[in-house]
């Protein structure tokens, strides 16, 4: 076990629906992560949030949204659902931001779309 | 735009059977090169962090080493344990993270 929750475990929604994924990161940890993996794509990093703010940006479709609150919890936000994204996502936190840090995985929430 | 390949795809080996996994990659300048397992179903499990040419790093049948252009993750003497999916990924300046595909390493008894 990570410390890194993640929900829901699972998720199906039909397309064009909007769902928010939830992160709790580890405690102490600052950053977090979000990354999606699909069987054509692999891991694909979308966004880092760092106590609060946005670090980096990866492939993150603008359908997507994400952020982090004061209690450092996350949420990522995904509109207009295609059957593409049908998918993996996880999310991981790390103490800081730098490079250095160890990142921690959750265990994933699975999307569905149909 | 940051690129990482990794060879081969599939590693089958019978257990004791050494063998190394190799991770190339193109990068905007390197702040990290990170090794992470990953088991069916479950989030990435980090294994290692490299950061400079020359550099290694070993835990228990693993050992990671790093050049300019590639890395290597070397498996020796490896047990069923250790089938699981190997990925790589490079940290650019900007913190991008970009992940190469895997390998799927299975290690028969």
């Known amino acids: 076990d990570s410390g890194v929750t993640q929900t829901p475990k699972h998720l199906i929604t039909a397309t064009g629906q909007r769902v928010t994924l939830r992160c709790s990161p580890r405690?102490?940890?600052?950053?977090v992560y979000w990354y999606q993996q699909s069987l054509d794509q692999g891991l694909q990093f979308l966004i880092q949030?760092?106590?609060?703010?946005?670090?980096a940006k990866g492939n993150i479709l603008e359908r997507f949204s994400a952020q982090q609150f004061p209690d450092l919890h996350s949420e990522l936000n995904l509109s207009s659902l295609e059957l593409g994204d049908s998918a993996l996502y996880f999310c991981a936190s790390s103490v800081g931001g730098a490079v250095t840090d160890t990142q921690y995985f959750g265990p994933g929430t699975r999307l569905t779309v149909l | 735009e940051d690129q990482v390949t990794q060879s081969p795809e599939a590693l089958r080996l019978q257990e004791g059977e050494s063998s190394s996994l190799n991770c190339s990659y193109t990068v905007s300048g390197l702040r990290g090169l990170f090794w992470y397992r990953q088991d069916p179903g479950k989030g990435p499990e980090f294994l290692f962090t490299?950061?400079?040419a020359g550099e290694e790093k070993e835990k228990e049948r693993l050992k990671a080493t790093l050049t300019k252009k590639e890395s290597f993750l070397h498996i020796t003497a490896p047990k069923p344990e250790d089938s699981a999916t190997y990925l790589c990924a490079v940290q650019a300046n900007d913190y991008k993270l970009s992940f190469g595909a895997g390998t799927t390493v299975t290690v028969r008894a």
């Open positions: 949030y760092y106590n609060g703010e946005e670090r």
């Open positions: 405690s102490g940890d600052l950053s």
């Open positions: 490299l950061y400079s």
